[in-house]
T-cell receptor
Framework: KQEVTQIPAALSVPEGENLVLNCSFT??????LQWFRQDPGKGLTSLLL?????REQTSGRLNASLDKSSGRSTLYIAASQPGDSATYLC?????????????FGAGTQVVVTP | EAEVAQSPRYKITEKSQAVAFWCDPI?????LYWYRQILGQGPELLVQ????????DSQLPKDRFSAERLKGVDSTLKIQPAELGDSAMYLC???????????FGDGTRLSIL
């Protein structure tokens, strides 16, 4: 069974620092990996989706890398801002799943202090 | 604002009562998902629909939970009877197909007293 782990569970950085969030998964047979943002009491907003054949994906200040063989993905957020404060979750879709089921990590709660 | 509509946003009810959640997906999205998210954890899939058919309900506690999507559009998730351990955020998501990105609603926060 696929297990997804995110470490650390919480992170606090001063504004302007770069953020590095880690995600690991136990089964390398994945279809894709997705990073989400969740604000308190809200649903999930998709940030980046990396297909299994890709090594990285970029959007603005966000960059996500994928190393399928080692079961790791990293989300980099450059020049953090207080508005980046949220919980960040990664989710993996298994290559053997026909219907698109996502397996989520527990998330990393990020606080960016002014 | 999320494009997947869910109601109610908050629900407080007592143990043993019945509770229902409603979800209206993005127009044209054939695939609909219900997730449960316990505080401090990631969402866990409860049930997945492709049009009006259930394609995965392996994690749905079928003795007390039921879900339907009668016309392949909006969906209802019901709990009867509710238990204290059901307190959680219930999220609905939809996608064009199982291979496309999922779009989430803002969820229903359920508190069981």
């Amino acid at each position: 069974k696929q297990e997804v782990t995110q470490i650390p569970a919480a992170l606090s950085v001063p504004e302007g620092e770069n953020l590095v969030l880690n995600c690991s998964f136990t089964d390398s047979a994945i279809y894709n990996l997705q990073w989400f943002r969740q604000d308190p009491g809200k649903g999930l907003t998709s940030l980046l989706l990396i297909q299994s054949s890709q090594r990285e994906q970029t959007s603005g200040r966000l960059n996500a890398s994928l190393d399928k063989s080692s079961g790791r993905s990293t989300l980099y957020i450059a020049a953090s801002q207080p508005g980046d404060s949220a919980t960040y979750l990664c989710a993996v879709r298994s290559a053997t799943d026909s219907w698109g089921k996502l397996q989520f990590g527990a998330g990393t709660q990020v606080v960016v202090t002014p | 604002e999320a494009e997947v509509a869910q109601s109610p946003r908050y629900k407080i009810t007592e143990k043993s009562q019945a509770v229902a959640f409603w979800c209206d997906p993005i127009s044209g999205h054939a695939t609909l998902y219900w997730y449960r998210q316990i505080l401090g954890q990631g969402p866990e899939l409860l049930v997945q629909f492709q049009d009006e058919s259930v394609v995965d309900d392996s994690q749905l506690p079928k003795d007390r939970f039921s879900a339907e999507r009668l016309k392949g559009v909006d969906s209802t998730l019901k709990i009867q009877p509710a238990e204290l351990g059901d307190s959680a955020m219930y999220l609905c998501a939809s996608s064009l197909s199982g291979e496309q990105p999922q779009h989430f609603g803002d969820g229903t926060r359920l508190s069981i007293l």
